[in-house]
C-alpha cells in the first residue's frame, strides 16, 4: 500500500505547487497596475508632506517675526510707562511746592 500511495502523495503534491507557482498574464498586470497605483499613491503623498513642511517653515518665520514685533512693541510700552511714571513724581513734586508757598 505505501508503494502505491507515495507516487499518488507526489503527483498530488506537484500538482498543487505547480497550481499556485501560475499566475496568468492578466493576473499579473493586475497585481502591476496594483504597485503601480500604490507608487503614484506614495509620490503624491510625499508631494503634500513636502508641502506640508513648507508651510510649516513659513508660518514659524511668520510666528519668529510676529513675536519679534511683540517683543519691541512691550519694550516701548514699559519704556513710556517708565517715562509715564517719572512725569507723574515730577508733577507731584510741583504739587507740593506749590502747596508749602
Do not use: H, W
Not at 52 to 60: H, I, K, L, N, S
Not at 65 to 79: I, L, M
Request: aromatic share 4%.
Amino acid at each position: 500500500m505505501n508503494r502505491f500511495l507515495a507516487p499518488v502523495m507526489f503527483a498530488v503534491t506537484l500538482s498543487i505547487l505547480g497550481g499556485c507557482a501560475t499566475v496568468s498574464k492578466a493576473e499579473f498586470e493586475a497585481v502591476r497596475a496594483t504597485a503601480d497605483r500604490a507608487a503614484a499613491d506614495a509620490a503624491a503623498a510625499r508631494s503634500a508632506a513636502d508641502n506640508a513642511a513648507t508651510v510649516a517653515a513659513t508660518a514659524r518665520s511668520t510666528a519668529d517675526a510676529a513675536k519679534s514685533s511683540a517683543d519691541s512693541a512691550k519694550a516701548s510700552a514699559e519704556e513710556a510707562n517708565a517715562c509715564c511714571r517719572d512725569t507723574q513724581t515730577k508733577i507731584d513734586r510741583m504739587f507740593k511746592k506749590s502747596m508749602y508757598k
